[in-house]
Every structure is written in structure tokens, then in C-alpha cells.
């Protein structure tokens, strides 16, 4: 076998013209098709990935105020599409304003409910759980000119009776939220502190932070929440069950089924170029090989005639094949990255930070060399069955 081997290498650098035109007609297959797996992996890969990575994608929104129970609320937190949700109370009584003592102007801010897990604040391990505690957005914390471990005046008016009442909370600065998570003016607090925060607009007392008001009886019912589904492809059959119930909700469903349907649109254009250039290009390699085999019949025989088997014969157009497959890689690999540079230099402006036009991992290289190795080995089969036929005897009447 390391004897043909030798021969079947020997014999194809020997007329390195032919050769060179069938290492051409590989790269020039395998380099485009290199090329668009490249942009389906790089660009659309991005766009995929953000959707994904991008918290709010996955956030499903109330349109108007509803009457929800707290044995909802643990109903929808068992549910295995669900991620994050936490209630929320109604946004006219969500607003406190907050003032520090490096800043002179008072900030009227949203507040919003958090909890464990919360997927707009990665990068807070602990949310707020303190009625005192609260994470301030990027826009926020720069207005206030205030730092994680700040103390800063949260305050509430009221009217009752005709008159204006303001009561007043010492509220520290937990963390600052990342510009991408609320970009504006807004904070993050605990259930607990818009719970007080409405109770007391409504009129009743909030004994744990001494403020004033009349005894409240009953909690009741929240008017909304902050639902967040487990992945992208969640949040449309969650909707719909949640329509169902009901509840009539709001979603970027469009914006992922416009990249995802681009996905499976480009996947399906690329296998079918790739197994259509595949197909041709094995028959056109196996085409000839099988003329080279006829070209070289008489030298087939005498090889016969010195002793080697039917498997080692076969193994002769096989090894020429296998080289032709590893240099036409070699081509591809030159072309993409030539297309690559050239792609990414054209469209430098319009990509992100980070963000690749064209782009393939090692393993995408691999799995290309693999492939291209068994499509030649199956395309040589097609000359190694010719190549069995040949008969020592033929090559003693050539000599």
C-alpha cells in the first residue's frame, strides 16, 4: 500500500499541468461555496445571535392593565416557557423622583419592578430586595451624578382633601444598570417599594416606612407584569396562549420571525448549491480519473504484472484523488480569505463593533476537508472499478 502510494503521488506531481487543473476545479467549487457558508454563519449568524442575546426579544408586553391575582403570577412562574416575571403595578403610581447631593436638579424617574434573575440586569447579581435599595439606569445614575453605594432622596406626593403631601425615603444605589437595559431615565426597585409607593397615593398607610394614611385592608389585584420567555422561539406560542386567555399582548415576534425565516432561507439556498456543486463536481473528477485510468491502462497492467493486488490498484486513483481533495481545500481556503478581506474592507462602516461580514471557525475548515476527502474518494471509486479491470497479460503484450 506505501509502495502504490508512492507511485500514485509520484505519477501525479510528474504531470503537475493535469493535476493543476483539477486542483483548480476544486477551489474554484469549494471556494465560493466556502464563501456564502461564510456570510450565512457571519452576518446572519450575528443577527440570529443578537435576537437571541437580546433580552428584550424576549419580552412580552401587556397592552393595557388587567386584574391579576398572586396565584397567576405562581402559575406563569412553573410554566417551562417562561424565564422572568414579576408584577407590576400601575404606571401613573410608578413614578418617584429622586434627588442627590451631588446633583441640583430633582429627577422625576419610572420606577420598575426586579427580582431574582432579572434578564435586563445581568450584570447585578443581587436585585434590589430591600424596600430601601434601588439599581439606577446608566441615564439616571449620570444626571444624578451618583456610584453603587450612594445614598440618595427618593420622595411621593399625594393630594388628600385638596392638599398637596410629600413624604420622603432614603434609598441606596445597589448597582447601575448597563445603557442597554432601560436607556432612559428610570430605576429598578423592589416589589415591595412600588407596592408602598401606590398604597400610599391611593390614600393608606405604610407602616413599615411610617408613612401615613388610612389602614389598608387588602392588597388586591396588580394591573400588569413583566413577562420574559425562555428563548425566541417562546415567545409566539406564548403569546397565542396568552391571547387566548385573555390577555393581549405585545411582542417583537415579527422582527424574529423576518431573521429567523432569513436563516432558513439561506440555509435551504446554500445546502442546495452546495449538494448541486458537490454532485457535479464528483462526476466531473470521477469522469477523469476514469480517462486518466484509460490513459494509463498499459502502466495498470504492469503493475499487475509486478505483483500488486486488486486493492492496491484500486488505491492509485484513490491517492491522486485524495490529493487533488487537500490542495483544492488549500485553493478554497486562499479564496475566502481573499473574499473575506475583500467583503469586510467594502463594508468597514456599516458593521458594529465585533461584527464579521464573513466569517468561519476551525471546525467549519475540518468539517469542509472532511467532506470534500470523502466526495473524492467516492468520485476515484468510479476510476478505481475500472482500474480492477486491467490484466497482467495485456501488459506483457506491451512490452
Given at each position: 500500500?506505501?509502495?502504490?502510494?508512492?507511485?500514485?503521488?509520484?505519477?501525479?506531481?510528474?504531470?503537475?499541468?493535469?493535476?493543476?487543473?483539477?486542483?483548480?476545479?476544486?477551489?474554484?467549487?469549494?471556494?465560493?461555496?466556502?464563501?456564502?457558508?461564510?456570510?450565512?454563519?457571519?452576518?446572519?449568524?450575528?443577527?440570529?445571535?443578537?435576537?437571541?442575546?437580546?433580552?428584550?426579544?424576549?419580552?412580552?408586553?401587556?397592552?393595557?392593565?388587567?386584574?391579576?391575582?398572586?396565584g397567576w403570577f405562581y402559575a406563569m412562574h412553573k410554566r417551562g416557557d417562561v424565564s422572568f416575571?414579576?408584577?407590576?403595578?400601575?404606571?401613573?403610581?410608578?413614578?418617584?423622583?429622586?434627588?442627590?447631593?451631588?446633583?441640583?436638579?430633582?429627577?422625576?424617574?419610572?420606577?420598575?419592578?426586579?427580582?431574582?434573575?432579572?434578564?435586563?440586569?445581568?450584570?447585578?447579581?443581587?436585585?434590589?430586595?430591600?424596600?430601601?435599595?434601588?439599581?439606577?439606569?446608566?441615564?439616571?445614575?449620570?444626571?444624578?451624578?451618583?456610584?453603587?453605594?450612594?445614598?440618595?432622596?427618593?420622595?411621593?406626593?399625594?393630594?388628600?382633601?385638596?392638599?398637596?403631601?410629600?413624604?420622603?425615603?432614603?434609598?441606596?444605589?445597589?448597582?447601575?444598570?448597563?445603557?442597554?437595559?432601560?436607556?432612559?431615565?428610570?430605576?429598578?426597585?423592589?416589589?415591595?417599594?412600588?407596592?408602598?409607593?401606590?398604597?400610599?397615593?391611593?390614600?393608606?398607610?405604610?407602616?413599615?416606612?411610617?408613612?401615613?394614611?388610612?389602614?389598608?385592608?387588602?392588597?388586591?389585584?396588580?394591573?400588569?407584569?413583566?413577562?420574559?420567555?425562555?428563548?425566541?422561539?417562546?415567545?409566539?406560542?406564548?403569546?397565542?396562549?396568552?391571547?387566548?386567555?385573555?390577555?393581549?399582548?405585545?411582542?417583537?415576534?415579527?422582527?424574529?420571525?423576518?431573521?429567523?425565516?432569513?436563516?432558513?432561507?439561506?440555509?435551504?439556498?446554500?445546502?442546495?448549491?452546495?449538494?448541486?456543486?458537490?454532485?457535479?463536481?464528483?462526476?466531473?473528477?470521477?469522469?477523469?480519473?476514469?480517462?486518466?485510468?484509460?490513459?494509463?491502462?498499459?502502466?495498470?497492467?504492469?503493475?499487475?504484472?509486478?505483483?500488486?493486488?486488486?486493492i492496491e490498484i484500486i488505491c492509485f486513483p484513490i491517492v491522486q484523488s485524495l490529493i487533488t481533495?487537500?490542495?483544492?481545500?488549500?485553493?478554497?481556503?486562499?479564496?475566502?480569505?481573499?473574499?473575506?478581506?475583500?467583503?469586510?474592507?467594502?463594508?468597514?462602516?456599516?458593521?458594529?463593533?465585533?461584527?464579521?461580514?464573513?466569517?468561519?471557525?476551525?471546525?467549519?475548515?475540518?468539517?469542509?476537508?472532511?467532506?470534500?476527502?470523502?466526495?473524492?474518494?467516492?468520485?476515484?471509486?468510479?476510476?478505481?472499478?475500472?482500474?480492477?479491470?486491467?490484466?497482467?497479460?495485456?501488459?506483457?503484450?506491451?512490452?
Open positions: 500500500m506505501l509502495k502504490i502510494s508512492k507511485l500514485a503521488a509520484r505519477d501525479y506531481f510528474y504531470e503537475w499541468q493535469i493535476s493543476a487543473c483539477y486542483v483548480l476545479a476544486l477551489g474554484t467549487v469549494l471556494g465560493p461555496l466556502l464563501v456564502l457558508f461564510g456570510l450565512k454563519f457571519g452576518i446572519v449568524g450575528s443577527m440570529v445571535s443578537q435576537l437571541v442575546e437580546e433580552p428584550r426579544n424576549r419580552e412580552i408586553r401587556p397592552v393595557s392593565s388587567g386584574r391579576y391575582d398572586i416575571i414579576v408584577p407590576r403595578k400601575r404606571n401613573l403610581a410608578a413614578n418617584i423622583q429622586l434627588k442627590s447631593k451631588t446633583a441640583k436638579k430633582i429627577l422625576d424617574v419610572e420606577l420598575i419592578p426586579t427580582a431574582k434573575n432579572d434578564p435586563l440586569l445581568p450584570n447585578i447579581v443581587n436585585p434590589p430586595t430591600d424596600i430601601h435599595w434601588l439599581v439606577l439606569s446608566a441615564s439616571a445614575a449620570n444626571k444624578l451624578a451618583v456610584h453603587a453605594g450612594d445614598v440618595i432622596d427618593g420622595s411621593i406626593t399625594r393630594k388628600v382633601k385638596g392638599q398637596t403631601q410629600r413624604v420622603h425615603l432614603k434609598l441606596q444605589v445597589h448597582g447601575i444598570a448597563s445603557s442597554a437595559s432601560f436607556i432612559r431615565d428610570g430605576a429598578f426597585g423592589s416589589l415591595s417599594l412600588l407596592e408602598a409607593m401606590e398604597h400610599y397615593r391611593d390614600g393608606y398607610a405604610v407602616e413599615e416606612i411610617d408613612w401615613p394614611g388610612e389602614k389598608l385592608k387588602s392588597k388586591g389585584y396588580y394591573t400588569g407584569f413583566r413577562l420574559f420567555a425562555r428563548t425566541i422561539d417562546d415567545v409566539e406560542p406564548l403569546k397565542k396562549w396568552l391571547n387566548e386567555q385573555g390577555v393581549n399582548v405585545r411582542t417583537r415576534a415579527h422582527e424574529i420571525g423576518v431573521v429567523k425565516q432569513l436563516d432558513q432561507n439561506l440555509t435551504t439556498v446554500y445546502w442546495a448549491i452546495a449538494l448541486t456543486s458537490l454532485i457535479g463536481y464528483v462526476l466531473s473528477l470521477g469522469a477523469s480519473l476514469w480517462a486518466n485510468v484509460d490513459r494509463k491502462y498499459k502502466e495498470l497492467c504492469i503493475l499487475r504484472l509486478a505483483g500488486f493486488r486488486t481533495a487537500v490542495l483544492g481545500w488549500v485553493l478554497a481556503i486562499i479564496i475566502f480569505h481573499l473574499a473575506e478581506f475583500t467583503m469586510a474592507s467594502i463594508m468597514a462602516e456599516q458593521l458594529e463593533s465585533g461584527q464579521r461580514v464573513c466569517r468561519l471557525l476551525l471546525r467549519h475548515y475540518v468539517l469542509a476537508l472532511f467532506f470534500t476527502c470523502c466526495s473524492a474518494v467516492v468520485a476515484a471509486l468510479l476510476a478505481g472499478v475500472r482500474a480492477t479491470k486491467s490484466e497482467p497479460t495485456e501488459g506483457l503484450r506491451e512490452l
